[in-house]
């Protein structure tokens, strides 16, 4: 799978790996596994550095609807996505943009960065 995690209940804390292509389907995956854990309500840093986001402005849509579906269900923790492309960091900032309301989501280009924000937004 492109997408791999671990789950620290202790610290309420996700620490994802994305490989390769990632795909609507490889997310929604994801998504479906955090539910089921149940971590969903956890931080999360996603380390997708080298991952390729293989995805269309629909897929986005989708994604989107699905982050709003899932946010009336439970809290959703914030998530730090580290990235070193253009193409990722733009595709990881309008996710953010448009699920602002209901979900913490942030692009990062590096390790340290994104783990001091989720330390300071993440749950007390």
Do not use: N
Not at 80 to 107: N, Q, W, Y
């Amino acid at each position: 799978m492109p997408i791999t995690a671990t789950y620290d209940h202790q610290h309420r804390r996700v620490v994802a790996t994305a490989e390769g292509r990632i795909t609507l389907d490889e997310i929604r995956s994801h998504l479906e596994e955090e539910r089921q854990e149940p971590a969903l309500a956890f931080t999360e840093v996603i380390d997708a550095r080298g991952a390729i986001p293989d995805f269309s402005a629909a897929d986005v849509r989708v994604m989107v609807a699905w982050l709003r579906w899932l946010a009336e269900r439970t809290r959703l923790g914030a998530t730090a996505v580290i990235v070193d492309s253009d193409f990722a960091f733009g595709i990881t900032r309008m996710i953010e943009v448009l699920v602002e309301d209901v979900a913490l989501v942030k692009p990062f280009r590096d390790k340290l960065s994104a783990e001091l924000w989720l330390d300071h937004v993440g749950p007390k």
